[in-house]
């Protein structure tokens, strides 16, 4: 039974980006999320004025985790979210070309003042390359900085 809320409060020219990484149950273990709840929030706020609000809940077991609608049976899915700055055309385009490993899915959207990319599939790892290399385009388009691993992503 978990919860996570997050709330990013941006000043008018701050930049925000953040990802999840949600594994239902071990994979390698043959086990799947069969019991509990998971709760999720996530409030973006920019200048004072809502960017984005979303909320879900999982409950283990559902429907919901085998329906195409939901998860498809999948065991891994992945947010990024990049906020407060404007993605051109060119960067939205060279995201969209990254696309999912085989097997996963992927998206990216496009709003005024933000990102919103989605990854689904089975392999934790395969979600972490594929948000990473999302952020190498999105990082110097956003905050003009190299996009440099931190050294704390390799722990």
């Not at 799947?32 to 984005?52: A, M, N, S």
């Amino acid at each position: 039974d978990a919860e996570m809320r997050t709330c990013v409060r941006l000043a008018d020219s701050s930049i925000y980006f953040g990802w999840e990484i949600l594994c239902l149950g071990r994979q390698a273990s043959g086990e799947r999320f069969t019991q509990g709840r998971l709760r999720l929030g996530t409030d973006i706020w920019l200048d004072g004025e809502r960017l984005w609000t979303e909320q879900g809940r999982l409950h283990g077991g559902e429907p919901l985790l085998e329906s195409p609608i939901g998860l498809a049976g999948h065991t891994v899915c992945a947010t990024l979210v990049a906020a407060g700055g404007k993605v051109t055309n060119d960067v939205l385009g060279a995201c969209k070309k990254i696309g999912a490993s085989d097997g996963a899915c992927a998206g990216i959207t496009r709003l005024p003042n933000l990102v919103i990319a989605r990854w689904i599939g089975d392999s934790g790892e395969e979600a972490l390359r594929y948000l990473t290399r999302l952020w190498t385009l999105l990082r110097p388009a956003l905050r003009n900085r190299a996009a440099q691993v931190p050294r704390i992503w390799a722990t």
